[in-house]
T-cell receptor, first 115, second 111 residues
Framework: GAGVSQSPSNKVTEKGKDVELRCDPISGHTALYWYRQSLGQGLEFLIYFQGNSAPDKSGLPSDRFSAERTGGSVSTLTIQRTQQEDSAVYLC?????????????FGPGTRLTVT | TQLLEQSPQFLSIQEGENLTVYCNSSSVFSSLQWYRQEPGEGPVLLVTVVTGGEVKKLKRLTFQFGDARKDSSLHITAAQPGDTGLYLCAGARGYGNKLVFGAGTILRVKS
């Protein structure tokens, strides 16, 4: 079946602009995660959605970052007023459920470059 | 300071050699996962270990979870050029089993 898909694959934006990154999880997976991968920080957790529960936003680096998940499926990560330090690969992962199932399956990522 | 210390950071070996990658922490994890990542792609799950002392084998790859569930190792026997890539360990903890990643090991296998 289809894996996790993300769009766009690459995004170049000017400092100060807003960007939206999209994630389509594996069908039927109730848990969805966003991570960020950068040279200096490695892979770090950003936000977690589980079903209709309130998201765990504990990894978001600033209030310029937000995410939503509509209908328990597609998720959008929004970065407002982008800064150069936001340049990274943003990865989305989904899991059959966040509690009992440990396996997380990753999408190909969106490479964000802020100029 | 990394919550999960992964070593070595870089490994360049000849085809046919054996190698071990280590992942250590002072924290306990509910599970530990190993991923392999190719340039321009997302991490691909290799294995999940859940029980302390657990050993899993995947062809030439052997994964072990420490008895205390704080550390893990990945051993590759007779490495092949196709094994080249970035190997990441990740520990699951807390609500939702969020993953904490090690810094990764870049493996290069020369033919």
């Amino acid at each position: 079946g289809a894996g996790v898909s993300q769009s766009p694959s690459n995004k170049v934006t000017e400092k100060g602009k807003d960007v939206e990154l999209r994630c389509d999880p594996i069908s039927g997976h109730t848990a969805l995660y966003w991570y960020r991968q950068s040279l200096g920080q490695g892979l770090e957790f950003l936000i977690y959605f589980q079903g209709n529960s309130a998201p765990d936003k504990s990894g978001l680096p600033s209030d310029r970052f937000s995410a939503e998940r509509t209908g328990g499926s597609v998720s959008t990560l929004t970065i407002q007023r982008t800064q150069q330090e936001d340049s990274a690969v943003y990865l989305c992962a989904s899991s059959p459920d966040g509690g009992g199932s440990y396996e997380q399956y990753f999408g190909p990522g969106t490479r964000l470059t802020v100029t | 300071t990394q919550l999960l210390e992964q070593s070595p950071q870089f490994l360049s070996i000849q085809e046919g050699e054996n190698l071990t990658v280590y992942c250590n922490s002072s924290s306990v994890f509910s599970s530990l996962q190993w991923y392999r990542q190719e340039p321009g792609e997302g991490p691909v799950l290799l294995v999940t270990v859940v029980t302390g002392g657990e050993v899993k084998k995947l062809k030439r790859l052997t994964f072990q979870f420490g008895d205390a569930r704080k550390d893990s190792s990945l051993h590759i026997t007779a490495a092949q050029p196709g094994d080249t890539g970035l190997y990441l360990c990740a520990g699951a903890r807390g609500y939702g089993n969020k993953l904490v990643f090690g810094a990764g090991t870049i493996l290069r296998v020369k033919s």
